[in-house]
């Protein structure tokens, strides 16, 4: 999982711009996969077909994001200095001072304009600085509309713990890429459709369209969620290391009640550690595959993960890999 994450963390996806990440994680779930394609939107769809007679397959969809936060070049000044807009719910103090990579492979860091307080940090405030001279030099490696984000990568902290970005939702494709190992090892009889979405970061766009495509009879959603257990944090009953997290509601879904008993059942009986998750603020791919087409029964296997949305993100390989042991002993049962 370590490595799966090296890996995955290494490429810039940001939210309509996913294609570098999408190939990438192509050339990784391809050969588990008996047939894999990019819908309209880009979404990518790895489907595993099941070992039941065709008439009595379910078709199970397990999603997670493969887009990131990131930034949009719209003004380059006199100087040289680049003007940004931001793709995705950017934590302004978090990202200033920070390092950025285009995807030309640029580099460049993302700084307040002098005096500036951290309570009026925002997009108006902030600019990226590529060393350019002027404009003439600037516009000769940047043009508007290009994209940026902070610098990706992870650091191994104690235990398994790893801290870094994107790990929101690089994590949850490491997931659906480990259980589809499992699954290629031992099918099971229902059809399992792979689905690493598109734009979930602006909108959770990406999955309504997959899931009106596949019209699954069950969706699964795999994302990071935030933690009771940072310093100054709200109560919340999910901690990092606290085992794979049952997602019950969030502020846009709640979960099929059915699913997460199943889960937590399933859980049980494999002596999985697991946790339940109510996020009061936040959504995932959760809702909206839930009301796509007719409405589809969906729940989610979350990451206790904190400090999102930061270049600092920290979670607990054990919890992931919960999320995979978990996943495949609900398919085969």
């Known amino acids: 999982m370590l490595n799966l994450m090296k890996t995955l963390t290494a490429t810039c996806g940001i939210s309509g711009r996913e294609k570098a990440i999408s190939d990438k994680l192509l050339t990784l779930v391809a050969p588990l996969a008996d047939k894999c394609y990019n819908d309209a939107m880009g979404n990518l769809i790895a489907v595993k077909y099941g070992t039941a007679p065709e008439a009595d397959r379910k078709k199970v969809m397990l999603c997670a994001h493969m887009d990131e936060i990131g930034f949009l070049v719209?003004?380059?000044?006199?100087?040289?200095?680049?003007?940004?807009?931001?793709?995705?719910?950017?934590?302004?103090?978090?990202?200033?001072?920070?390092?950025?990579?285009?995807?030309?492979?640029l580099k460049g860091i993302l700084v307040p304009e002098t005096g500036t307080a951290p309570a009026d940090l925002k997009a108006e405030k902030c600019y990226i600085d590529i060393g350019a001279k002027d404009k003439k030099e600037a516009e000769r490696k940047v043009k508007i509309g290009d994209y940026c984000a902070l610098s990706g990568g992870i650091t191994r902290l104690l235990g398994r713990r790893i801290a870094g970005r994107p790990l929101d939702d690089r994590i949850g494709c490491a997931v659906l890429i480990k259980i589809a190992e499992a699954l290629k090892e031992t099918p099971v009889a229902d059809d399992v459709y792979f689905v690493f979405s598109v734009q979930e970061e602006v909108g959770v766009r990406g999955a309504k369209t997959a899931t009106f495509g596949i019209t699954?009879?069950?969706?699964?959603?795999?994302?990071?969620?935030?933690?009771?257990?940072?310093?100054?944090a709200k109560p919340m009953a999910c901690s990092v290391g606290g085992g794979a997290a049952i997602k019950l509601?969030?502020?846009?879904?709640?979960c099929?009640?059915?699913?997460?008993?199943?889960?937590?059942?399933?859980?049980?009986?494999?002596?999985?550690?697991?946790?339940f998750e109510i996020l009061a603020a936040g959504g995932t791919d959760t809702s909206a595959m839930q009301m796509s087409g007719a409405g589809v029964k969906a729940a989610a296997l979350s990451i206790p993960t904190r400090y999102i949305h930061s270049g600092v993100e920290m979670l607990d390989l054990n919890d992931a890999e919960a999320c995979v042991e978990l996943t495949v002993a609900w398919l085969r049962k």
Request: proline share 3%; charged share 20%.
């Open 74 to 105: 719209t003004y380059i000044e006199d100087s040289g200095f680049i003007r940004v807009n931001p793709i995705g719910g950017i934590n302004w103090v978090a990202a200033a001072f920070t390092e950025v990579v285009f995807g030309s492979g």
């Open 249 to 254: 509601k969030d502020s846009s879904v709640i």
């Open 256 to 275: 099929d009640y059915e699913l997460t008993q199943e889960f937590a059942a399933v859980a049980k009986e494999n002596d999985i550690k697991h946790q």
């Open 216 to 232: 699954p009879d069950i969706g699964i959603a795999y994302d990071v969620t935030g933690t009771g257990d940072s310093a100054g």
